[in-house]
Nanobody, 115 residues
Framework: VQLVQSGAELRNPGASVKVSCKASGYTFTSYYINWVRQAPGQGLEWMGRIDPEDGGTKYAQKFQGRVTFTADTSTSTAYVELSSLRSEDTAVYYC?????????WGQGAQVTVSS
């Protein structure tokens, strides 16, 4: 099982960013993809999850209206897009999935918001 994420991104405040997570080694549509972020010096923060089978999503209340999860089953790739970026969104963004009690994580994608 592998989750491979896109690279680091630098954005200005107010912009948007889209991070990808390509899955392999298992049936992509059978398990949720969760998105989690970690800001500098902070703990892990769950952003929500997507069901790749039907595109159903659940967002943490903090991010509702500003984050969008999508999944492309043809490429087994999940995406998170965060809009109206602010400096507090500077963090490492991770995708993760849980297969029968075992968690797998992407390597993380650094997103830096700075003018």
């Amino acid at each position: 099982v592998q989750l491979v994420q896109s690279g680091a991104e630098l954005r200005n405040p107010g912009a948007s960013v889209k991070v990808s997570c390509k899955a392999s080694g298992y049936t992509f549509t059978s398990y949720y993809i969760n998105w989690v972020r970690q800001a500098p010096g902070q703990g892990l923060e769950w952003m929500g999850r997507i069901d790749p089978e039907d595109g159903g999503t659940k967002y943490a209340q903090k991010f509702q209206g500003r984050v969008t999860f999508t999944a492309d089953t043809s490429t087994s790739t999940a995406y998170v897009e965060l809009s109206s970026l602010r400096s507090e969104d500077t963090a490492v963004y991770y995708c993760a999935t849980n297969l029968v009690g075992v968690s797998y994580w992407g390597q993380g994608a650094q997103v830096t918001v700075s003018s």
